[in-house]
C-alpha cells in the first residue's frame, strides 16, 4: 500500500524567504505526483502536476521536482508571500486514485 | 471553463439519521468522479470513483455507499451514520477539459459534524 509522508508538518517562516516542503513515498511505481494548496475549510487547488518520466514542474514562483527513484518529491516556493499561507498536500497516483499525505501547513507572517 | 458544485456547505447530523451528499461538474463531458474524506488529523482518504454512469468502485468498507444517476451528478449517501463518519468530505473529477487527464480538481466540500 502507498504510504505517503510530508516533512514538515507546521512551517513558519517571515515574508520574502524562499522555503522547501518535502513528500515521500514507499512505491516509486507511479503514474504522477500532484501538490495541491488547501486554504482553511476549504477544497484542493491543483498547483502542479509531475508525470512519472518527468523531473520537474514550475509555474510561477513554485517549482516541484520528482525523484521517482528514492521515492520523494520538493516543493520550492520562492519569495514567500502573506498569501501562500494554506496547508500544502502532496499526492501520489499509483492508478486510479490519489494517496495523500497529511499536509503541510505554512504560515508567512509579514 | 469547468467548476464543480458541492452542497451542502456544511451539515450537522445526529447519530443514526440519513445522509446524502451532492456534487455536480459543469462544462465537461463523461469525467471521472471521486469522493474523499478528510478526517480530523488525518489525510485524504479516497471513498469512492466512479469511470462512468452506475459505475462505481469502493475503496474502504464502510456504510457509505455512492450513486452517479447522471453523467456529471455524484452523490454521496448513508442510511444511518456513525459518529466515525464526521469529516470534511470532497468530491473531484478528472478528464476531459482538465490540463492533462489525471488532474483531480476539487470541490469546495462538505463539512459533516455527527452528534
Known amino acids: 500500500k502507498q504510504e505517503v509522508t510530508q516533512i514538515p508538518a507546521a512551517l513558519s517562516v517571515p515574508e520574502g524567504e524562499n522555503l522547501v516542503l518535502n513528500c515521500s513515498f514507499t512505491?516509486?511505481?507511479?503514474?504522477?505526483l500532484q501538490w495541491f494548496r488547501q486554504d482553511p475549510g476549504k477544497g484542493l487547488t491543483s498547483l502542479l502536476l509531475?508525470?512519472?518520466?518527468?523531473r520537474e514542474q514550475t509555474s510561477g514562483r513554485l517549482n516541484a521536482s520528482l525523484d521517482k527513484s528514492s521515492g520523494r518529491s520538493t516543493l520550492y516556493i520562492a519569495a514567500s508571500q502573506p498569501g501562500d499561507s494554506a496547508t500544502y498536500l502532496c499526492a501520489v497516483d499509483s492508478g486510479y486514485a490519489l494517496n495523500f499525505g497529511k499536509g503541510t501547513s505554512l504560515l508567512v507572517t509579514p | 471553463s469547468q467548476t464543480i458544485h458541492q452542497w451542502p456547505a456544511t451539515l450537522v447530523q445526529p447519530v443514526g439519521s440519513p445522509l446524502s451528499l451532492e456534487c455536480t461538474v459543469e462544462?465537461?463531458?463523461?469525467?471521472?468522479l471521486y469522493w474523499y474524506r478528510q478526517a480530523a488529523g488525518r489525510g485524504l482518504q479516497l471513498l469512492f470513483y466512479s469511470v462512468g454512469i452506475g459505475q462505481i468502485s469502493s475503496e474502504v468498507p464502510q456504510n457509505l455507499s455512492a450513486s452517479r444517476p447522471q453523467d456529471r451528478q455524484f452523490i454521496l449517501s448513508s442510511k444511518k451514520l456513525l459518529l466515525s463518519d464526521s469529516g470534511f468530505y470532497l468530491c473531484?473529477?478528472?478528464?476531459?477539459?482538465?490540463?492533462?487527464?489525471?488532474?483531480?480538481?476539487f470541490g469546495p466540500g462538505t463539512r459533516l459534524t455527527v452528534l
Open positions: 509531475i508525470q512519472s518520466s518527468q
Open positions: 462544462g465537461t463531458s463523461n469525467p471521472n
Open positions: 473531484a473529477w478528472s478528464g476531459p477539459g482538465g490540463l492533462g487527464p489525471d488532474t483531480q480538481y
Open positions: 512505491d516509486s511505481a507511479i503514474y504522477n
